[in-house]
């Protein structure tokens, strides 16, 4: 909804964030609801791009949070909100672009979503009434990245992983490149588990953090396999 | 309005408190519309008292904040949420009842009214865009509340499902596994170069810390490469 688009906007800019990036608005963009409720967050609604995935929208970064109202246990590490902007401020510090996944306003993020985060953050909500709109949520993360550079101003508490992870755009190219290798070698049966076969494997290939050259070598690994099937077949 | 009283009481109950003041509502009390945008925040909405006057409102209390869009110099101490909530945590834990003040909507708090007040609280927003409901304000203080709580037990923090790494064994196993099937492809040339891929693949394989149902995927992927590649060679 345009309405909540602009009360994000209006929640980044009190806190002097301005990229934001939408998948797949319902209403269409740019739309005039979202400009009205950003109240005079103009210059974030004006600079907010639009991208029909996921995987575009984070193209172009190196790690990423997933927000999810309750931790989905066994899945991804799951971090609060401050220990999850430490980690994005130093990060960010080492030039890694780094961002924040926000769901839809009634249903989150969907699993394959989730899937394509490093992390996963969560509010410490109290779990008989959990009830947080998008908003609120961007607001209490734009909070906690404030709060968190101040304490990063107070002295070097954390330092940020020396190899950075490879741009998502390269991991998500060498998924594309692995499942295809896997279809040719019919790993994925009964068909009807590929989607979950799918999400497993792109998640733990997600959690390892694989660096550019890291990726370089698995789509070595993988072309060698391909051709040695492919000269078989011939 | 009775709509930001509902928002406020979900803002409250999200993070649960439950203990809400009103002086003069300006649309009278009760107010449906508080409770329609409460969300299912009636108990909140339920319990909330009504008072004439802030005098009223805070007399059974012995420390108090205001909140204020921004700091009024020369006035009273000024902090930072996380320093008021350490501060109201404290005060609670030694039987002080205590309370934070928040504005209205348009105008915020009169200075009379901020003069009853202990000391103020203020909000790390972007000077140049100071834009903060009161819904907001809410949130962040009772966010800030809670984290405080936790800070002060100074238990375990957010805990992350950090499942076990598999052990060496089955990832050596893995390893073993991987090389024979990236030889039967001809991946390692020229050959006298072979040791040193091993070593690049096994560095970056163990830097995943990969669980045990996870390296057993793995070798799920490598059987099915084998039984294709092997397929093809009889």
Same mark, same amino acid.
């Given at each position: 909804?345009?309405?909540? $688009?602009?009360?994000?906007?209006?929640?980044?800019?009190?806190f002097?964030?301005? /990229?934001?990036?939408?998948v797949?608005?319902?209403?269409?963009?740019?739309?005039e609801?979202?400009?009205?409720?950003?109240?005079?967050?103009d210059?974030?609604? /004006?600079?907010?791009?639009?991208?029909d995935?996921?995987? %575009?929208?984070?193209?172009?970064?190196?790690?990423?949070?997933a927000?999810?109202?309750?931790?989905?246990?066994?899945?991804?590490? +799951? !971090?609060? &909100?401050d220990?999850?902007?430490?980690?994005?401020?130093?990060?960010?510090?080492?030039?890694? &672009?780094?961002? $924040?996944?926000?769901g839809?306003?009634?249903?989150?993020?969907?699993?394959?979503? +989730?899937?394509?985060?490093?992390?996963? =953050?969560?509010? &410490?909500?109290? &779990?008989?009434?959990?009830?947080?709109?998008? %908003?609120?949520?961007?607001?209490?993360?734009?909070?906690?990245?404030? !709060?968190?550079?101040r304490?990063?101003?107070?002295?070097? !508490?954390?330092?940020?992983?020396?190899?950075?992870?490879?741009?998502?755009?390269?991991?998500?190219?060498?998924?594309?490149?692995?499942?295809?290798?896997?279809?040719?070698?019919?790993?994925?049966?009964?068909?009807?588990?590929?989607? =979950?076969? +799918?999400?497993?494997?792109?998640?733990?290939?997600?959690? %390892?953090?694989?660096?550019?050259?890291?990726?370089?070598?698995?789509?070595?690994?993988?072309?060698?396999?391909?051709?040695?099937?492919?000269?078989?077949?011939?």
């Amino acid at each position: 909804m345009g309405e909540n $688009i602009g009360m994000v906007a209006r929640a980044m800019a009190n806190f002097s964030l301005a /990229d934001l990036r939408l998948v797949a608005p319902r209403d269409g963009w740019p739309n005039e609801k979202a400009r009205a409720t950003a109240s005079r967050a103009d210059h974030v609604i /004006d600079a907010a791009r639009v991208f029909d995935t996921v995987e %575009a929208a984070i193209a172009d970064l190196r790690f990423v949070y997933a927000t999810t109202a309750r931790p989905r246990e066994g899945y991804k590490p +799951v !971090r609060g &909100p401050d220990e999850a902007c430490a980690t994005l401020r130093a990060r960010s510090a080492a030039g890694q &672009p780094t961002g $924040i996944l926000f769901g839809r306003e009634r249903f989150g993020l969907s699993n394959e979503e +989730v899937g394509l985060a490093d992390e996963i =953050v969560t509010f &410490p909500v109290d &779990p008989t009434f959990a009830s947080l709109n998008i %908003a609120q949520a961007v607001l209490l993360m734009s909070y906690e990245w404030t !709060r968190a550079g101040r304490d990063a101003d107070a002295g070097p !508490r954390f330092s940020a992983p020396e190899a950075p992870p490879a741009p998502k755009d390269d991991l998500h190219r060498f998924f594309t490149h692995l499942e295809s290798t896997l279809d040719e070698a019919s790993y994925f049966h009964p068909p009807e588990k590929r989607d =979950v076969l +799918v999400a497993n494997l792109r998640t733990m290939l997600t959690k %390892a953090g694989f660096t550019e050259p890291e990726v370089r070598t698995l789509r070595g690994v993988l072309k060698a396999l391909d051709y040695r099937m492919a000269k078989e077949t011939r």
